[in-house]
């Protein structure tokens, strides 16, 4: 009796571990087709240049992609992570340029800024039972006018504190335009990746995901944790903010509009699942890379930004249906 119980189980789980592993296969085969594509369809694609562009333009879409990879394998959703991105870009002007803080002080205050608006979103989630959708979609109007008003709905430039811009700019390979913000996004690449495969936080990420009423009856505190795991996506959001501002030189309180969508877009393209349970880090990495090459690759097409929306929104449409069929079949 035991023995035919465990091994359908065995088998759904080789079955269930083929699977994703099928799915990050196709979507890193949709990123050489898409390269190959645009690699042909313009001579200026392929250059040295515009690679370091697509993994400067894919830095903070895939830092937002990677924090709120831990939040959607919860089963949850974080809309606030494009305008708390921005309010923690805006921060920092405050940190640095208003309040006179040193470097390291307006960078780390920010990063924690994130945090602390993760925090907010995790308690009302988790302690208050208000739907994800719902708490981080009011996050996000909150976020988005509090940039406007601690702003002055203008522009905060870091002209007083020079050495900012250099944390996304900064070249750290002599001779050849590396800039230190990519390597910052490969290091919290390995970070999350570690996290989410070789700890308990990530152990019960997937728990919860899974099925969370199973999870809390096991003895997990299911709110502790999942207050961590929006915190530690806050975490993500705020280093996103600083990279952005350091980018820019400026802390630009209209921005960010739409980079949820496609953080979110970047984690679905990769294999996560948006009822949550299933995903991966490396999934993520290359569904920001696709969302990153496909905006490069239309705009040195000279494609107009309305078709770029068009496409962008299509791919969108395209992940979200593909996971739908992902569920059908399991």
């Known amino acids: 009796m035991t023995t035919t119980e465990t091994l359908p189980s065995a088998k ?20 050489i087709i898409i390269v190959i594509f645009f690699a042909f369809a313009s ?14 333009a894919a830095t903070v879409t895939g830092i937002l992609a990677l924090g709120t990879t831990f939040v959607i394998i919860t089963g949850g959703i974080d809309l606030s992570i494009g305008t708390g991105m921005v309010l923690c870009g ?55 006018g509090l940039s406007l ?10 002209k007083e504190t020079p ?6 700019n900064l ?17 919290m690449i390995a970070v999350a990746a570690i996290l989410l495969s070789y700890t308990i936080f990530g152990r019960y990420t997937f728990s919860i995901g899974s099925n969370e009423a199973a999870t809390a009856l096991s003895g997990v505190n299911v709110v502790k944790w999942k207050i961590l795991i929006y915190t530690v996506s806050g975490l993500f959001v705020g280093l996103a903010g600083v990279l952005s501002a350091s980018r820019l030189s400026s802390a630009q309180p209209t921005g960010g509009m739409g980079l949820e969508l496609e953080a979110i877009a970047a984690v679905v393209i990769g294999g996560t699942s948006l009822q949550g349970g299933k995903g991966s880090i490396i999934g993520t990495v290359i569904g920001a890379l696709i969302m990153a090459v496909l905006t ?4 040195i097409m000279s494609i107009p930004q309305e078709w770029q929306s068009v496409a962008v929104g299509a791919v969108i449409l395209i992940a979200v249906y593909l996971d739908i069929l992902r569920r059908r079949g399991k």
């Open 90 to 144: 805006v921060m920092t002007g405050v940190f640095l340029t208003y309040w006179g803080w040193p470097l390291w002080a307006g960078v780390l205050g920010a990063i924690l800024f994130g945090a602390l608006i993760g925090f907010i979103n995790g308690l009302n989630v988790s302690v208050l039972k208000i739907p994800p959708f719902i708490a981080t979609l009011a996050m996000m109007l909150v976020a988005s």
């Open 171 to 187: 070249s750290i390979i002599p001779g050849m335009r590396f800039p230190l913000g990519v390597a910052i996004f490969l290091c």
């Open 12 to 31: 759904t789980g080789i079955v269930g571990r083929m699977r994703g592993q099928l799915q990050q296969l196709l979507a890193f085969a949709s990123l």
């Open 149 to 158: 008003v601690i702003s002055g709905t203008k522009p905060i430039y870091f």
């Open 296 to 299: 490069n690759g239309l705009r």
């Open 163 to 168: 050495g900012f811009s250099s944390i996304m």
């Open 43 to 56: 001579p200026h694609f392929f250059t040295t240049s515009n690679i370091v562009s697509i993994l400067v």
